[in-house]
């Protein structure tokens, strides 16, 4: 009896092949030497792959454009990031502590890998940025950089995951000690404005990177405002049930004021009109005051 899959997350391997810019014959040459695992099959004649298919193939064409390995090495390299994920060397598998001296030295080399994409992709772009410019400006062989990183997507991801622990992180040290509940929510802003001004450019690309067919960018950049804005929402179901607010939606309001300081943050790099002390107090007088007239006026 066939197996039934659900074909929007699966595709032919016609359609790999287009995706990967590989031939159909390539992919049944990895599949017989073991370096691309096996698709779903619903038949004898009937095979679907998934995203992970696409994945090692843009992987394997990176490695045969960037270090003209041979397939043996390949495969090698291959079986050391499966190993490496299953310890949990994955991205997004542990936190970013602030101080990485008593790390050992695999992540401490793993951090210097995303501290110079984080340079390097937001001085020459995502797409224009080859592994080599990595690589030579951090001053290692583009093998260390394999075992660290699978492809050059993956290693954008782990940075994009970076700006957002570091934007989280400071605003969690920026509010630890304030209680007031607009005080809080302005050292957030404080700490966005902060952290935007240095990476602006890869939040940018992130979002350029929504429109391509790959959802990977559309579910990163899904999961960054939710990081973002879920203190937001939380803090502000506070202040309603303590009756600090009148009655709205904490949701929405969570993602206007992220939405917010994130524009407003925009509007200090456009010229020099405007502090961020003056747009900040624009913002907390227009929180608190709404935009009603005041009586008299």
């Not at 995303?114 to 001085?123: M, W």
């Not at 929405?252 to 010229?271: H, K, P, Q, V």
């Amino acid at each position: 009896m066939a197996v039934r899959v659900n074909e929007k997350n699966y595709m032919r391997i016609s359609e790999l092949a287009r995706r990967a810019g590989v031939p159909r014959s390539t992919i049944h040459f990895y599949l017989r030497k073991g370096l691309l695992h096996a698709p779903l099959k619903t038949g004898h004649t009937m095979a679907y792959y998934d995203e992970s298919h696409l994945e090692r193939l843009q992987a394997i064409q990176e490695m045969k454009m960037n270090m003209r390995m041979p397939i043996t090495f390949i495969k090698g390299r291959i079986s050391e990031l499966e190993k490496a994920r299953e310890k949990g060397l994955e991205m997004g598998s542990s936190a970013h502590p602030s101080d990485d001296s008593s790390l050992g030295p695999r992540y401490r080399r793993k951090q210097e890998i995303i501290n110079t994409a984080i340079n390097v992709f937001s001085r020459k772009g995502y797409h224009r940025t080859k592994v080599q410019d990595i690589t030579q400006a951090l001053g290692i062989s583009t093998g260390t950089f394999y075992i660290y990183f699978p492809n050059k997507r993956e290693l954008f991801i782990e940075v994009v995951d970076d700006v957002l622990r570091t934007i989280l992180g400071d605003a969690a040290d920026a509010i630890k000690t304030e209680k007031d509940l607009m005080k809080r929510w302005l050292l957030r802003g404080k700490a966005f404005y902060e952290n935007y001004t240095k990476y602006n450019e890869i939040l940018y690309q992130l979002r350029a990177e929504t429109a391509g067919e790959d959802r990977w960018a559309q579910e990163k950049t899904k999961k960054i405002y939710h990081e973002l804005t879920k203190p937001l929402i939380r803090e502000a179901r506070q202040a309603i049930d303590q009756g600090l607010f009148r009655k709205v939606d904490p949701d929405l309001l969570g993602y206007a004021m992220t939405g917010l300081i994130e524009i407003m943050s925009l509007r200090t790099t456009l010229d020099r009109k405007y502090s961020f002390e003056e747009i900040m107090a624009f913002i907390h007088d227009l929180i608190s005051k709404g935009l009603e007239p005041v009586p008299g006026s």
